[in-house]
């Protein structure tokens, strides 16, 4: 461990991690099972186009959250993009800020306006900024699920039924959670997970729309297959949004392998919240033990008692090895083509411009460990302990121009 502020690899000591460790290393359960069914895959001839594999794969998703269907897509921003047709949104949706880009791009990409809201103290939308929001162009919501947490989604639901809204949710990072002891899959018109390869569940690149209503099933089902309808007829417009069978079985790979997941995130965040709980000024988001988690994330805010910024311990972090990520930094309404379309947004969203600022995903996942917890809070402690003399290094540097000034 470092012993003065002059060991930090910022300022030029050794790294603490030559190999460095990442938030979303990939899980891959039974490899030798995995290369099996490729193999399998492989022999069969048939790749894509709805086979075997993804039905298997649609039908286990489908069974795990309780829903009637699962339609499986080539990755979470397709599927949400057809939720979206399927559902017939128009004209204004409401979505918040404080997410990954793609839940806005989803909208924007078929000339939808994306209107953000700002977020509560769960990083979910605010139901109370919701109604002041609503227009006559005003067609839906779509809330998201953020980091597994789930979103108030009685109140959301009561609003959309008084304005008559469709609401859908983004629940990319939810496979496998609860809500009041129902899996989230199972909320609104459909919801939407990714299964891109940093996800708690993994099919390298993939998605699904899930739903109990089968009209919408079908129509999602048409749409990722250029909706086609029959052999050579096509009853409606479509695009290319289908899974294919190799990524079908690395999905019911991890599925096989969903509780060990748990059990091992679950351990993570055991052990950082063992090791943080005593650091001034770090604050460990909490998952609520009575409802089911994958505990995928492992999140925590920088509160000025820390004495050093979100971003220069970003910068700290990296430094040695600690690939830390700032999500969802620095919103939505601050990237393009948001931010020339809105460009006083940031006023109305001052929880998502706070949690911009201040959030930091620590590495986790199968293939870390409580040694490299350890290590990583031990340095976080030391830190924090050093903070004095560590802005003024950082301000020294800052000053002789090796390095950005905004980081302070
Ligand atoms: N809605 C929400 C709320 C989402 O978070 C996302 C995706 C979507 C919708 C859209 O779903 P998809 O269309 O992606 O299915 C990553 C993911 O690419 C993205 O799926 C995810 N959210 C987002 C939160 O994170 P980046 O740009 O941060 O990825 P990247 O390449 O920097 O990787 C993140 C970390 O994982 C790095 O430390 C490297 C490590 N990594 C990554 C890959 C791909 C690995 O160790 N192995 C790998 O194979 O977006």
Same mark, same amino acid.
């Given at each position: 461990?470092?012993?003065?502020?002059?060991?930090?690899?910022?300022?030029?000591?050794?790294?603490?991690?030559?190999?460095?460790?990442?938030?979303?290393?990939?899980?891959?359960?039974?490899?030798?099972?995995?290369?099996?069914?490729?193999?399998?895959?492989?022999?069969?001839?048939?790749?894509?186009?709805?086979?075997?594999?993804?039905?298997?794969?649609?039908?286990?998703?489908?069974?795990?959250?309780?829903?009637?269907?699962?339609?499986?897509?080539?990755?979470?921003?397709?599927?949400?993009?057809?939720?979206?047709?399927?559902?017939?949104?128009?004209?204004?949706?409401?979505?918040?800020?404080?997410?990954?880009?793609?839940?806005?791009?989803?909208?924007?990409?078929?000339?939808?306006?994306?209107?953000?809201?700002?977020?509560?103290?769960?990083?979910?939308?605010?139901?109370?900024?919701?109604?002041?929001?609503?227009?006559?162009?005003?067609?839906?919501?779509?809330?998201?699920?953020?980091?597994?947490?789930?979103?108030?989604?009685?109140?959301?639901?009561?609003?959309?039924?008084?304005? /008559?809204?469709?609401?859908?949710?983004?629940?990319?990072?939810?496979?496998?959670?609860s809500r009041n002891g129902v899996m989230v899959g199972r909320f609104g018109r459909a919801e939407v997970f990714s299964f891109h390869a940093t996800k708690f569940l993994n099919t390298f690149e993939g998605g699904a729309v899930v739903t109990d209503d089968s009209a919408f099933a079908n129509?999602?089902?048409?749409?990722? /297959?250029?909706?086609?309808?029959?052999?050579?007829?096509?009853?409606?417009?479509?695009?290319?949004?289908?899974?294919?069978?190799?990524?079908?079985?690395?999905?019911?790979?991890?599925?096989?392998?969903?509780?060990?997941?748990?059990?091992?995130?679950?351990?993570?965040?055991?052990?950082?919240?063992?090791?943080?709980?005593?650091?001034?000024?770090?604050?460990?988001?909490?998952?609520?033990?009575?409802?089911? /988690?994958?505990?995928?994330?492992?999140?925590?805010?920088?509160?000025?008692?820390?004495?050093?910024?979100?971003?220069?311990?970003?910068?700290?972090?990296?430094?040695?090895?600690?690939?830390?990520?700032?999500?969802?930094?620095?919103?939505?309404?601050?990237?393009?083509?948001?931010?020339?379309?809105?460009?006083?947004?940031?006023?109305?969203?001052?929880?998502?411009?706070?949690?911009?600022?201040?959030?930091?995903?620590?590495?986790?996942?199968?293939?870390?460990?409580?040694?490299?917890?350890?290590?990583?809070?031990?340095?976080?402690?030391?830190?924090?302990?050093?903070?004095?003399?560590?802005?003024?290094?950082?301000?020294?540097?800052?000053?002789?121009?090796?390095?950005?000034?905004?980081?302070?």
């Amino acid at each position: 461990m470092k012993s003065s502020p002059d060991d930090l690899a910022i300022f030029g000591g050794k790294p603490l991690f030559l190999q460095v460790l990442h938030v979303g290393r990939p899980n891959v359960g039974d490899q030798v099972k995995l290369m099996k069914r490729m193999s399998d895959v492989l022999k069969s001839r048939w790749f894509t186009n709805n086979g075997s594999q993804v039905q298997e794969f649609e039908r286990r998703v489908a069974e795990t959250v309780g829903v009637r269907h699962c339609v499986a897509m080539c990755n979470g921003t397709t599927a949400l993009e057809i939720a979206i047709r399927a559902a017939g949104l128009t004209g204004e949706v409401i979505v918040p800020s404080f997410t990954f880009v793609a839940t806005a791009h989803a909208l924007q990409w078929q000339g939808i306006m994306p209107v953000f809201c700002d977020i509560d103290e769960t990083f979910c939308l605010d139901p109370n900024r919701i109604e002041e929001l609503i227009t006559p162009r005003t067609t839906g919501i779509i809330g998201v699920h953020l980091w597994g947490h789930t979103c108030n989604v009685e109140a959301l639901a009561a609003i959309c039924g008084r304005f /008559n809204l469709v609401l859908l949710f983004d629940a990319a990072h939810a496979f496998g959670c609860s809500r009041n002891g129902v899996m989230v899959g199972r909320f609104g018109r459909a919801e939407v997970f990714s299964f891109h390869a940093t996800k708690f569940l993994n099919t390298f690149e993939g998605g699904a729309v899930v739903t109990d209503d089968s009209a919408f099933a079908n129509c999602c089902r048409a749409m990722r /297959n250029f909706g086609f309808s029959g052999e050579d007829q096509v009853s409606a417009l479509g695009i290319n949004g289908k899974m294919n069978e190799f990524e079908a079985v690395m999905g019911l790979t991890s599925l096989e392998h969903m509780e060990e997941i748990v059990v091992a995130n679950r351990n993570n965040y055991l052990a950082y919240r063992k090791e943080l709980r005593d650091i001034p000024g770090l604050i460990l988001m909490d998952y609520e033990e009575n409802e089911r /988690n994958n505990f995928q994330y492992i999140v925590i805010e920088i509160a000025e008692k820390a004495g050093v910024s979100r971003d220069l311990l970003h910068a700290l972090l990296q430094a040695e090895g600690i690939l830390a990520r700032r999500y969802f930094h620095p919103g939505c309404h601050r990237m393009e083509p948001y931010r020339s379309l809105y460009p006083r947004a940031a006023h109305f969203l001052p929880q998502t411009e706070r949690a911009c600022a201040r959030m930091l995903c620590l590495p986790t996942g199968t293939g870390v460990g409580a040694e490299q917890i350890r290590t990583i809070c031990a340095l976080l402690s030391f830190v924090v302990r050093n903070d004095v003399d560590i802005r003024a290094r950082w301000k020294g540097l800052s000053v002789s121009g090796s390095s950005s000034g905004s980081m302070e």
